[in-house]
């Protein structure tokens, strides 16, 4: 605790309520966003906390971020509460304001500092093991919107603007290829070609949105498994990780969690023939997430889900191709070629999708009858 960073960390530590004096404070977790640390205090049997730095690079509006963490964590708790939930801290985020009330701290570096209650005897995983912890994950998902299906969306700040706008990333990547900056347009035609042919199908669930045939709903937007707590039996504790909590469809959701959690590759798989489905991994988190989400869910969304897992994957491939041809201004890459590649991957996730389309459907048609 002698060098300087911590020193500042133990300072802006200071400014929060928590019981008892600060002794260590620890870099934690996994996560890629935010930094992320555990703080410890000598109050005998007492909590420990969850200190984190904002990403405001990422997040430029961190107080409309944190409003809606608030609002969203005590809808989540009263929900709970009423429906007789005993041990409603475990079951969800606790923030911890600071010592003025705030929500949030910004330090003399511009730096946004936030608390909650670390939840003891949790973990996460980066990647599906089992497709019994698939269903933890669509359970954790699906309960997440379900106790969020009564609060008007609304009330919350669009955090990140377009996040999940085909149309806008569609728009981003024709200007790009007019624009050909790096003059890669030529080399990328044929996954060009893929991307307009199936253009149109993609804008299956804008298209319903705008036609007014899905509520907007309240949305996590960011539906990995790392942001799952699990207890130590793999059963679902929490979700975590609300920054990008916002107003939006739950096809969204659905589909990035599919996204993530069937693919049994990394998203930069080079070697194509890895990445393939976890058909097992799908069938359990659709169940999962059906046996939370089937009542609330209007005909039309239930029917925009299989949209959203096609979207999804085609959503991110447009992504990473667009800031390839723009000369890799957005994304890190550790090669040249990494934006290619993980256009590549994405790209191969859509096709072993459409291959097994009519799999995917009978799951899901299955996943909404009553066991
Ligand atoms: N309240 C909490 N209790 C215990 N562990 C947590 C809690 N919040 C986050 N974590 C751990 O910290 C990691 C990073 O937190 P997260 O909010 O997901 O940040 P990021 O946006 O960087 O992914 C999580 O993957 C999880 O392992
Ligand atoms: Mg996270």
Same mark, same amino acid.
């Given at each position: 605790?002698?060098?300087?960073? *911590? ?19 620890? &870099? ?18 007492? +909590? ?28 989540? +708790?009263?929900?709970? !509460? ?40 949790? +973990? ?23 106790? @969020? ?6 009330? @919350? ?15 981003? @990547? ?42 907007? &709903? ?54 194509? *023939? ?18 939370? !989400? ?10 925009? @889900? ?25 994304? +890190? ?8 590649? &993980? ?29």
């Amino acid at each position: 605790m002698s060098d300087n960073r *911590s020193e500042s960390l133990i300072e802006s530590t200071n400014y929060f309520d928590v019981e008892g004096s600060i002794i260590s404070v620890e &870099r934690f977790g996994s996560g890629h966003i935010n930094d992320t640390y555990c703080v410890k205090t000598d109050k005998v049997g007492g +909590k420990s906390y969850l200190l984190q730095r904002i990403n405001h690079h990422i997040f430029v509006n961190v107080d409309g971020l944190m409003q809606n963490t608030k609002l969203v964590l005590d809808h989540i +708790k009263g929900k709970l !509460a009423h429906l007789g939930v005993e041990h409603v801290e475990k079951a969800s985020l606790t923030l911890i304001p600071t010592k003025t009330g705030d929500l949030y701290r910004q330090d003399e570096n511009g730096d946004y500092w936030r608390m909650f209650i670390l939840l003891e005897g949790t +973990k996460s995983y980066d990647i599906v093991e089992s497709a019994n912890q698939a269903y933890s994950a669509g359970q954790a998902f699906g309960e997440f919107q379900m106790l @969020l299906s009564d609060l008007n969306a609304n009330k @919350l700040v669009e955090i990140l603007p377009n996040f999940h706008n085909i149309d806008f990333r569609i728009n981003n @990547l024709k200007e790009v290829i007019k624009r050909d900056p790096v003059k890669r347009v030529a080399e990328v035609q044929d996954i060009l070609d893929f991307v307009f042919e199936r253009e149109e199908r993609m804008r299956a669930v804008l298209l319903m949105a705008k036609e007014g045939r899905l509520p907007l &709903r309240i949305t996590h937007n960011d539906t990995k498994f790392n942001n799952v707590l699990l207890d130590s039996e793999d059963r679902v504790q929490c979700v975590i990780d609300l920054d990008t909590v916002m107003p939006g469809y739950v096809a969204y959701d659905f589909g990035d969690a599919i996204r993530t959690i069937i693919n049994s590759a990394a998203e930069d798989e080079a070697d194509l *023939s890895k990445v393939v489905l976890n058909i097992p991994f799908f069938e359990g988190y659709a169940k999962g997430y059906m046996s939370k !989400a089937k009542d609330f869910l209007t005909d039309n969304e239930l029917s925009s @889900l299989l949209d959203g897992v096609f979207l999804l994957p085609f959503m991110q491939a447009v992504r990473f191709l667009t800031d390839y041809i723009d000369g890799d201004t957005y994304y +890190k890459i550790q090669y040249p070629e990494h934006n290619l590649v &993980r256009t590549k991957s994405q790209i191969k996730l859509v096709q072993e999708l459409e291959a097994h389309e009519s799999e995917l459907v009978e799951i899901l048609e299955s996943s909404v009858q009553p066991v």
